[in-house]
């Protein structure tokens, strides 16, 4: 949690790693077996996993805690079944909001024979959100990165505590956000290339949490960047 105006840099190369055969995941945030000082929860965001899956590998998702999971692939698209359920197929330029139960499990796969997948996985802290009883076989919603330097918003449930906008620019386009929720966290995420935001250098993979950030400024520094912006973070113990 941030005071006024403040910022902190998550190098993609300080990240925790995980690693078997089949799966790699880099954790931004403390989660699982790794912890380390002030990678703690950015207000209701609790993570956000960079996690690459080999051929017809699968992975387990299992949470302790109702929460929204936002699954993004980035290279190639995934499957995600809930165990009992048909499986629902994620491609990219797709984003999955998932209200997720811990006494629910469910099932991340790789569906192709021959081809590593990349995606993100986000985890927000929905807790009050979810309190009441709602579908959990998810929300699919499409966007199209082809409508260039421009933050598109992709929308998932109503009421959510978090918002995600996404954009891909041309090398030294500028762009301004504006929150909505200025009081609350926004953590911004660099998804391909090289961004300058609010003054500061962010390369792939590299993250920013800002707190009480009304506007965030931003400049493209290579083509085909990519941007992911999180707003509406509500502090610890003030969600909305």
Do not use: W
Not at 93 to 101: I, R
Not at 142 to 170: C, M
């Amino acid at each position: 949690m941030f005071p006024t105006t403040q910022a902190q840099i998550y190098l993609a190369g300080l990240r925790g790693q995980f690693q078997t055969d089949g799966f790699r995941s880099f954790r931004t945030f403390n989660f699982g077996e790794y912890r380390a000082v002030a990678r703690e929860p950015l207000g209701t965001l609790e993570v956000l996993n960079d996690e690459t899956l080999m051929p017809e590998c699968g992975r387990e998702l299992i949470v302790e805690q109702f929460c929204q999971v936002i699954l993004l692939p980035l290279v190639g698209a995934i499957e995600v079944e809930e165990k009992g359920r048909e499986p629902r197929f994620i491609n990219s330029g797709e984003v999955l909001f998932l209200l997720a139960s811990p006494d629910k499990h469910y099932i991340i796969t790789n569906p192709y024979p021959d081809e590593a997948i990349n995606y993100l996985q986000i985890r927000i802290n929905d807790s009050q959100f979810l309190s009441t009883p709602m579908s959990s076989t998810g929300i699919t919603v499409p966007f199209d990165l082809s409508e260039k330097n421009v933050l598109l918003p992709v929308r998932g449930y109503n009421g959510s505590s978090a918002h995600l906008f996404i954009g891909q620019y041309d090398g030294r386009a500028e762009g301004i956000f504006s929150s909505e929720t200025a009081d609350h966290n926004a953590f911004i995420f660099v998804i391909e290339g090289a961004f300058e935001v609010q003054n500061r250098l962010l390369e792939r993979r590299d993250g920013l949490g800002l707190g009480n950030a009304e506007t965030v400024e931003f400049e493209a520094l290579s083509n085909g960047a990519i941007l992911l912006v999180i707003s509406g973070l509500a502090f610890e113990g003030n969600q909305s």
